[in-house]
């Protein structure tokens, strides 16, 4: 069997001004990033076009060991209904060079269902995580250097800083820091930290601009602490956010590529689900919309995760209004869930199957709280059995919702024909009805409350002596009428990651609250999150090479 590099060298890659006519695009637009890459003009995107064209969410189940293949099933719907007739571009996140050297080793679909040139966008692309890094580190510096100043010092008290540097690699040995020593011209000693640049609130702020004159202005109401006489400072205080924008002018513009099959992606951002909002860019999203008829994006994790953040934060955010969400799940995935352990999971079992529907059933009941039509995508794996898929079919059947397969990774655009007539009927027979979960203007505890219960399935709602400090700093500030982005574990509905399946009945803990003021959210941390993840035992960097003559190989 081919591994999904092998796949992608032995497709002959079409000129990117081929795929740009492909939407209509004059090549004179775009940005070229050698032969098949491009950065694409924000004035493309057309508020008539975007607000009429046809939005599908791709979403999953809890995320398991076993994988489910988000990304992968987003390409072949993408490629399914371009095959159907149907005018589509998918739009999709840019992969985080952290999981690709830890765990993942690429993310850029699977098999017959990627996005190329894989090796590219896997790797540094067209440069936009190294922008967002810099940007980053420009305002942590220049906080730094204002500690340090006697003639502009702005009073800022150290112990009130909480901005971090950031790295695009699991590295947990800068998680904890202690910076400045060396002496008094070597900067204020105190304690920091790095976090992953995908965490970055430089990112959020990036994904969720709507043009460059409100990137700027996010990047100047990112808060930075407090005086030592208790007054905010933000980062325009330190007249920090016009050099910042400056660093992401060209970050800011989507990049187009092609799929295996020839036709447009837009890649663009990259925030984790888990720790923000977990979507591309609003930018890259209206892009889509204004050049495609459908277009296919995804969420990260489960929809419990992306999902809700993609409807309660970017939806409502950037006035996005979508059609149908597809409800990704596999077989193995569902067996895990119903108590098979990991080495077990390719033996045929429809009982075990049928153990794990009730997480995909809390998932599509979660879909309907937004008023949004669902469709199942059982993603194939080789090993399912029919026996087992018709248990999935046979419960989608009686709940009224349709359940297809999608076997994209091995078929491409072939085998998610199906796939594409079920989600185009869904989009097709919907009016607008999409609602979000919770409105803005609430109280934070009420929305975090409203989160926890409905979508996690909590009882009730602990918050630790810090998260109630930090709720009065909200208050203070004034920032209580922005969405609440939660930070939980993708590993389960609650939490705590061991809690498979359905968990019912369940405190959760709201530890600390962070603030992103910038991004236009606040953070409710929960369980033991981290900004900074640490690489696996056996780190996919270790099988990653290139040879001499500038092949890569290792790239799943």
Excluded at 107 to 133: C, K, R, Y
Excluded at 221 to 248: C, E, K, S, W
Excluded at 299 to 327: M, W
């Amino acid at each position: 069997m081919n591994t999904d590099l092998e796949i992608a060298r032995s497709v002959q890659l079409r000129p990117i001004q081929e795929v740009a006519a492909k939407l209509n695009i004059p090549s004179e637009e775009l940005e070229l990033y050698g032969k098949y890459k491009a950065k694409l003009p924000l004035h493309l995107i057309r508020e008539d076009q975007w607000k009429k064209n046809k939005l599908i969410l791709v979403s999953a189940i809890s995320p398991t060991p076993a994988g489910e293949g988000k990304t992968t099933v987003s390409i072949g719907l993408a490629e399914g209904l371009n095959r159907t007739g149907r005018k589509t571009c998918v739009v999709l996140r840019e992969p985080s060079l952290g999981p690709v050297f830890g765990i993942k080793g690429g993310a850029t679909g699977g098999g017959w269902s990627q996005v190329l040139p894989m090796e590219d966008i896997n790797l540094h692309f067209t440069g936009d995580f190294s922008a967002i890094e810099k940007a980053h580190n420009l305002l942590a510096a220049l906080i730094d250097n204002n500690l340090q100043s006697k003639s502009r010092s702005l009073g800022i008290d150290p112990r009130t800083v909480l901005w971090k540097r950031v790295v695009d690699m699991n590295d947990r040995a800068l998680r904890q820091i202690v910076i400045g020593l060396g002496g008094t011209a070597s900067g204020v000693p105190r304690e920091t930290g790095f976090d992953i640049t995908a965490a970055s609130e430089i990112m959020a702020i990036l994904c969720l601009a709507e043009n460059r004159a409100d990137l700027k202005k996010r990047l100047g109401n990112i808060f930075v602490g407090f005086t030592y006489d208790q007054q905010p400072i933000y980062a325009r205080d330190l007249q920090a956010h016009g050099a910042m924008a400056a660093l992401l002018k060209d970050a800011i513009q989507p990049n187009l590529v092609q799929t295996i099959e020839g036709n447009p992606a837009i890649i663009h951002g990259g925030p984790f689900a888990n720790i923000a909002q977990g979507t591309n860019s609003v930018i890259a999203t209206r892009m889509g919309l204004s050049l495609a008829d459908y277009v296919v994006t995804e969420a990260g994790f489960g929809f419990d995760l992306g999902a809700e953040k993609f409807f309660d934060i970017k939806c409502q955010s950037a006035g996005l209004s979508p059609k149908a969400v597809v409800l990704v799940a596999t077989i193995r995935a569902l067996k895990y869930h119903g108590g098979v352990a990991l080495a077990e999971l390719k033996a045929d079992n429809p009982a075990a199957v049928a153990a794990g529907l009730p997480n995909l059933e809390k998932h599509l009941e979660n879909i309907s709280l937004f008023g949004v039509p669902a469709v199942i995508a059982i993603n194939r794996f080789a090993g399912d059995s029919d026996a087992e898929i018709k248990v999935v079919q046979q419960r989608a059947l009686e709940l009224g919702i349709r359940a297809e397969v999608a076997n994209g990774w091995e078929k491409g655009g072939g085998g998610t024909m199906e796939l594409a007539d079920a989600v185009a009927a869904a989009v097709d027979s919907t009016e607008d009805a999409f609602q979000p979960l919770y409105r803005w203007e609430w109280d934070v505890m009420k929305k975090i409350e409203t989160v926890a219960t409905r979508i996690y399935g909590a009882k009730a709602i602990d918050y630790t002596p810090k998260a109630k400090s930090d709720l009065r700093k909200i208050a203070k500030l004034g920032l209580e009428q922005l969405p609440v982005c939660i930070a939980k574990t993708q590993k389960s509905l609650s939490d705590n990651p061991h809690l498979l399946g359905r968990p019912k009945d369940f405190v959760a803990t709201v530890r600390e609250i962070e603030i992103a003021a910038g991004a236009g959210f606040l953070i409710p941390i929960t369980g033991n999150i981290m900004r900074m993840p640490g690489l696996p035992a056996e780190p996919a960097a270790e099988h990653i090479d290139i040879d001499e003559e500038g092949n890569i190989s290792g790239l799943f």
